[in-house]
């Protein structure tokens, strides 16, 4: 089948810059892997993408502006086309050689229970900046449909995990604001579900306490003591044990009630949150994974890692140990849905967002 160069761009729940990668698919497999890039955004950009998520808080549809969301609209696109020019000039990459961008935006609200999702961007001015197709709006068909919206990697980690050597069945767990596993056994559609908080909590305690915005290589983590009573209090949250399939808004655990405790403390007991919720989440797969690999900013916290090694007593690499990228994985991935997108193919399914039957998705804009 013809292969097809595409790039993915993603700006996350952590709210720190956008991804930029280039992969070469035919929607299916993975024929390459290639430059990868990154745009971090200012603090004043950053202060008004948390002042855009207040003000999508109360949003009932999904196409309403108000307040500073369209400045904020205005942010993320231009910060896109910046990304993706730096990323050719650095690359040395032609235009007429992407066949495709895949452009996430930046979600302000997720709430699928209402059947309501919003990513700003937009998708039509990009496409006519970079003067390539652009195809965006991947979620709000399957939202549509019934689904959760979310995760929707768990395709492109099938398509990964078909070459790994590594004993499978495979769990692919993505540490961002929001933490999300894909399990991968063969052939089988995969299934996936968010596990709960991601680095969003940690963050929060981080940038509010010192002005940083995160705990580098878990350091601080590492100096904390864990305060197992609140760990246990946050995992008795309802959401733990709901079954699959389910997502989670950034906002649901990101203000973790640990004013009371040293900052050490705090970001200790936030990051065994984190480290407990992913280990729960086998409660509710088929069967115990062989193989763990971590992606995301989270696969950089030391402190995390040991964590989940102690609780998960298997294999558990970071992306990089099996040939992947964990900080490009979910740009990666949204170049590979811009190709199904392309060309009609499933983006999620029953055993990913719970949408009724396999659903396509992603809007393609046009030069």
């Known amino acids: 089948m013809a292969m097809f160069t595409a790039v993915g761009l993603m700006s996350g729940t952590s709210l720190d810059g956008v991804d930029v990668a280039l992969i070469e698919t035919d929607g299916e497999k993975v024929s390459r892997l290639g430059a990868i890039g ?26 309403a502006r108000p307040g500073l969301l369209p400045e904020a609209e205005r942010l993320v696109t231009g910060a896109h086309f910046q990304a993706f020019e ?13 066949h495709v961008v895949g452009f996430h935006g930046q979600t302000v609200l997720h709430r699928p229970e209402q059947k309501l999702t919003v990513q700003i961007g937009d998708g039509p001015g990009l496409a006519k900046l970079l003067r390539i197709p652009v195809a965006y709006d991947f979620r709000a068909a399957d939202v549509a449909a019934g689904g959760e919206g979310a995760p929707f990697v768990p ?10 050597e590594e004993p499978h069945p495979v769990a692919v767990v993505n540490v961002g604001g929001v933490a999300n596993i894909t399990f991968v056994n063969g052939d089988a559609d995969p299934v996936a579900f968010d596990t709960g908080p991601g680095n969003a909590p940690i963050d929060e305690i981080v940038f509010k306490r010192t002005g940083k915005r995160f705990d580098r290589d878990g350091v601080l983590a590492s100096q904390g003591r864990v305060h197992m009573e609140i760990v246990n209090a946050a995992l008795a949250d309802p959401f733990f044990a709901r079954k699959p399939p389910k997502s989670l808004d950034r906002a ?23 480290a407990g919720s992913i280990a ?7 069967s115990h994974p062989k193989t763990w690999i971590i992606s995301g900013g ?36 949204f170049a590979f849905l811009a190709v199904r997108s392309l060309k009609g193919l499933p983006l999620s399914f029953p055993t990913t967002t719970g949408v009724r039957q396999p659903a ?6 046009r030069p």
């Not at 730096?86 to 992407?98: G, K, P, Y």
């Not at 395709?155 to 790994?164: D, N």
């Not at 640990?258 to 007991?269: C, G, H, K, N």
């Not at 989940?308 to 298997?314: D, N, V, Y």
């Open 38 to 63: 990154y745009r971090a955004y200012a603090d004043e950009e950053r202060a008004l993408l948390q002042a855009a998520l207040a003000a999508a808080v109360n949003l009932t549809d999904r196409n």
């Open 86 to 98: 730096a990323f050719l000039r650095q690359n040395q990459i032609e235009r007429e050689s992407i």
């Open 155 to 164: 395709v492109y980690h099938r398509a990964l995990a078909s070459k790994l």
């Open 252 to 274: 649901k655990f990101a203000q973790l009630l640990l004013d009371d405790l040293s900052l050490e403390d705090a970001v200790a007991t936030a990051t065994a949150i984190v």
């Open 280 to 286: 729960r989440a086998v409660e509710h797969l088929p």
């Open 298 to 333: 989270g696969a950089r916290n030391r402190t995390l890692m040991k964590m989940l090694r102690g609780k998960l007593g298997k294999s558990v690499s970071v992306a990089e140990g099996v040939g992947w990228s964990a900080d490009a994985m979910e740009a990666q991935a």
């Open 360 to 365: 396509t998705g992603g809007v393609v804009a």
